[in-house]
C-alpha cells in the first residue's frame, strides 16, 4: 500500500450479505426447482392414502386399481346403523357408490394445489408427513339417500303417529303428537362420514365386519301435519266380495266384508282429540252373499238341470257327440262367467280328433269333421232350459231336429255362431256330460250341478204352429234310367214349422213366479227331391205317371210315378243350420246307430218317460228334470 492512500472504512462489512444472498438465491431457485419438480410429478407423493389405502407414489391408473379392488371386496363388511328415538334403519353397504376417480384425484392433488406450496408439500412427505383422503360418495348415492328417506319415514310415521285400525265396526285412531324436525341433509352428510370412517376402521383394523352406529337428534320441534282422510278412506273403503272357487287351485278364496265411513266424521274427531289421544268412529259392515263357510258346505251341492236325448246315425256322428260332451264334462262356470261351447269344445277339426259327419252347407248335406256336436250344444241348451241361467247366444237350425223339442234346440258353428249362457247365481256351477248305450240305442245326458239356495226350478214349454208340409222337386240326372223316377235319399225331407218356447219359474211349494218367453223359431221346409233322366223330359209334363214315348226307347210299363206334390214326409231327426245361413252345421243324426261307436262314459242312467207337463198347472219340484224318452218327443 501507497503511503497517504486511505483504506475504505468499512468496506469488508458486504460480504456476508452477499453470501446470504446469494445462497438465498440459490435456495430460492433449488426450492422453486423441487415446486416445478412436484407439480410435473405423474405419480402421487408419498405418504398419501385414500380411505386408508396406501397409493404413494402411485400413478392414477394404479391407484385407482388397488382402490377398487379394495372397495370391491370390502365395502359391504360395513354395517351402518342409523338411529333415532328407538327406530332403526340400516345401510345396505353393498350398495354404496364410490366415485374411485375423483378419489384418486383428490389424492394427485396433493401437492399441486398451489404451486408455490407443492415443493413444501412435497418435502414434508418425504420427510415422513401423510395426508389421510376420504373416499368420494356422490351426494345423491341411493344407498345413503335411500337409507335418510327410510328414516325420514319411520320417523314421520311414528311421530305423526297417525294409526289407525278397522276394529269390528269401529274405526279406531290415534292423534299424533308434534313431531321432531331433524337436519335431514345434515344427517345424510354425517352417514357419508360415518360410513368413510367405518370403512377406514376396517381396513386398518382388519376383522370380518366393521358395525358403525350413527344417533340422530331432533334439532327442533314442530307440529305435525293432518294425515290425509280420503287416502285412509280409499285403503280402508271396499265393497262386498263373495268367497270364490280358485280353478287353478280349486280352493275357495275368502270372502271379504264391505267398509265403509264417514270422512267428515274422521276429520272433525281428529280435529277435537289431543295429540296422543285415541278416539273412534262407527263405520258400516256389509256382509257378502257367500261366506267361504257357505261356499265349501254347498258347492254343486245341488241339481239345477237335466236333459237326455238319444244319438242316431253313422259312427262317426255317435263319436263326435261322445267327444265334444267329454269336453264340456267337469266344466265349472264361475259367478258372473260367460260359458261358451265353441270356446270349451275347441276348433271341429280332424287335428283335434274330431271324424267326418254329415253337416249342412247352404241346406245340402256334407260330410265334414264335427258332425254331431250340435246334438251335444243342444241338450245343453235344453237343460238350460230347466234352469234359471241366463241365455247369453243362442240360435235355431234351419230344419227341426228331432232330439230335443221343437225351440229347445242350439246350433253351433265354428268361428260363427255359439252357444253361450251366464251363471247369474251367486255360487259356481259345473257341468257334467256323457253318452252311455242301453238297450234302446246310445244317449247323451248332460246335468248343471250347483247351489240351489231359494228351491226354485224351471220347467220348459212350448208351442208349435205353422206347420208346412213337404213339397216335392224334380232334378235332372243323366245317370237315371229312362223312365224312372229316384227319391234323394240323402237329402231328407222337413215339415216347415215354427215354435215359440217359454220357460216357467216356481217356487220350492210349487207357486208359479212367472214365464219367460224364451224366442221364437222357425224351421224351413225341405221338399221330397227326385231325379230324372232328361231325355224323358219334365215330369210334371208326364202323361200318367210315364214319360211321352220315345221310338227308341222301350217304357217300363211298371216305372215308377210322379210323386204326388202334396204329399208329405215325417222329417228324420236331422240337425241342419240357422234360416238363411251357409255356414257348415251339423244335420242332426242321419243312419243306424253303430253300436260298435265310442260309447263313452256309461253311468247306469235309464232315460225314463216324463208325464205330460200342463204349463198352467204347477209341476212337482222335479217336473222336467227326469231324462226324456226319446220316443216321446217333438219333431
Known amino acids: 500500500m501507497m503511503e497517504g492512500q486511505r483504506v475504505a472504512k468499512g468496506g469488508g462489512s458486504k460480504l456476508p450479505w452477499i453470501i446470504t444472498g446469494t445462497v438465498a438465491a440459490l435456495l430460492a431457485a433449488a426450492y422453486l426447482g423441487v415446486c416445478a419438480w412436484a407439480s410435473g410429478k405423474d405419480a402421487i407423493l408419498p405418504n398419501v392414502s385414500v380411505a386408508g389405502i396406501d397409493v404413494?407414489?402411485?400413478?392414477?391408473?394404479?391407484?385407482?386399481?388397488?382402490i377398487e379392488a379394495a372397495v370391491d371386496q370390502r365395502a359391504s363388511d360395513v354395517i351402518l346403523t342409523l338411529s333415532y328415538d328407538g327406530l332403526e334403519e340400516t345401510l345396505d353397504s353393498a350398495g354404496v357408490r364410490v366415485d374411485v376417480e375423483k378419489s384418486v384425484q383428490d389424492a394427485r392433488r396433493i401437492g399441486r394445489e398451489n404451486f408455490f406450496t407443492g415443493g413444501f408439500q412435497l418435502l414434508s412427505h418425504m420427510l415422513g408427513a401423510s395426508t389421510q383422503v376420504p373416499l368420494a360418495i356422490p351426494e345423491d348415492d341411493p344407498a345413503v339417500t335411500g337409507l335418510i328417506d327410510r328414516m325420514r319415514e319411520a320417523v314421520a310415521s311414528r311421530d305423526e303417529n297417525h294409526a289407525y285400525e278397522l276394529k269390528g265396526d269401529r274405526l279406531e285412531m290415534t292423534k299424533g303428537a308434534p313431531i321432531a324436525a331433524v337436519d335431514w341433509d345434515e344427517a345424510k352428510l354425517s352417514a357419508r362420514e360415518a360410513w368413510q370412517d367405518a370403512f377406514v376402521q376396517l381396513?386398518?383394523?382388519?376383522?370380518?365386519?366393521?358395525e358403525r352406529e350413527l344417533l340422530l337428534t331432533a334439532v327442533t320441534q314442530g307440529e305435525g301435519e293432518e294425515p290425509d282422510f280420503e287416502a285412509i278412506h280409499r285403503e280402508l273403503v271396499c265393497e262386498p266380495r263373495d268367497a270364490a272357487l280358485d280353478l287353478e287351485s280349486m280352493e275357495i278364496t275368502d270372502?271379504?266384508?264391505?267398509?265403509?265411513?264417514?270422512?267428515k266424521q274422521l276429520q272433525n274427531a281428529y280435529r277435537q282429540a289431543k295429540g296422543g289421544e285415541t278416539f273412534s268412529i262407527p263405520v258400516t259392515l256389509t256382509q257378502p252373499k257367500v261366506t267361504k263357510e257357505d261356499l265349501g258346505g254347498h258347492l254343486f251341492q245341488d241339481l239345477l238341470g237335466e236333459a237326455t236325448s238319444q244319438v242316431t246315425g253313422a259312427a262317426s256322428r255317435l263319436y263326435n257327440v261322445t267327444l265334444s260332451a267329454n269336453s264340456c264334462n267337469g266344466k265349472i262356470i264361475l259367478p258372473g262367467e260367460v260359458f261358451s261351447y265353441n270356446?270349451?269344445?275347441?276348433?271341429?277339426?280332424?287335428a283335434n280328433g274330431y271324424r267326418l259327419g254329415s253337416v249342412y252347407v247352404g241346406g245340402k248335406s256334407e260330410q265334414q269333421p264335427g258332425g254331431g256336436v250340435c246334438q251335444t250344444s243342444s241338450t245343453l241348451y235344453y237343460a238350460v232350459l230347466h234352469t234359471e241361467l241366463e241365455i247369453v247366444e243362442r240360435r235355431c237350425h234351419q230344419f227341426a231336429v228331432g232330439y230335443v223339442p221343437d225351440g229347445m234346440d242350439a246350433t253351433v258353428y265354428d268361428g260363427g255362431i255359439d252357444f253361450k249362457f251366464k251363471n247369474n247365481t251367486d255360487y259356481p256351477i259345473k257341468i257334467?256330460?256323457?253318452?252311455?248305450?242301453?238297450?234302446?240305442?246310445r244317449f247323451i245326458t248332460v246335468q248343471i250341478y250347483g247351489t240351489n239356495v231359494s228351491g226354485r226350478y224351471a220347467v220348459p214349454t212350448?208351442?208349435?204352429?205353422?206347420?208346412?208340409?213337404?213339397?216335392?222337386?224334380?232334378?235332372?240326372k243323366e245317370s237315371v234310367p229312362r223312365g224312372e223316377l229316384i227319391l234323394d235319399m240323402e237329402q231328407n225331407a222337413y215339415r216347415g214349422r215354427k215354435a215359440r218356447t217359454w220357460r216357467t219359474i216356481y217356487e220350492a211349494d210349487g207357486t208359479k213366479v212367472e214365464s219367460e218367453e224364451m224366442g221364437s223359431s222357425s224351421y224351413k221346409m225341405r221338399p221330397n227331391t227326385y231325379f230324372y233322366n232328361p231325355a224323358d223330359g219334365d215330369p210334371t209334363t208326364w202323361v200318367d205317371g210315364k214319360p211321352p214315348a220315345d221310338p227308341g226307347t222301350a217304357v217300363d210299363p211298371g216305372a215308377n210315378p210322379p210323386v204326388d206334390p202334396g204329399s208329405t214326409v215325417d222329417p228324420s231327426t236331422t240337425n241342419p243350420s240357422d234360416p238363411g245361413t251357409t255356414s257348415p252345421v251339423d244335420p242332426g243324426g242321419e243312419g243306424p246307430a253303430?253300436?260298435?261307436?265310442?260309447p263313452g262314459i256309461k253311468p247306469p242312467v235309464d232315460p225314463g218317460i216324463p208325464a205330460p207337463v200342463d204349463p198352467e198347472?204347477?209341476?212337482?219340484?222335479?217336473?222336467?228334470?227326469?231324462?226324456?224318452?226319446p220316443n216321446n218327443m217333438a219333431g
Open 432 to 441: 257334467q256330460s256323457w253318452t252311455y248305450d242301453n238297450s234302446r240305442g
Open 462 to 476: 212350448n208351442s208349435v204352429f205353422d206347420v208346412v208340409a213337404p213339397t216335392t222337386v224334380y232334378e235332372p
Open 56 to 66: 404413494s407414489n402411485m400413478l392414477v391408473e394404479q391407484a385407482q386399481e388397488k
Open 203 to 210: 381396513l386398518s383394523e382388519g376383522g370380518e365386519q366393521m
Open 594 to 598: 253303430d253300436p260298435g261307436a265310442d
Open 617 to 629: 198347472t204347477p209341476p212337482s219340484s222335479d217336473s222336467g228334470l227326469k231324462p226324456l224318452d
Open 255 to 263: 270372502h271379504v266384508v264391505g267398509v265403509d265411513f264417514d270422512v
Open 343 to 350: 270356446d270349451t269344445t275347441g276348433p271341429r277339426s280332424v
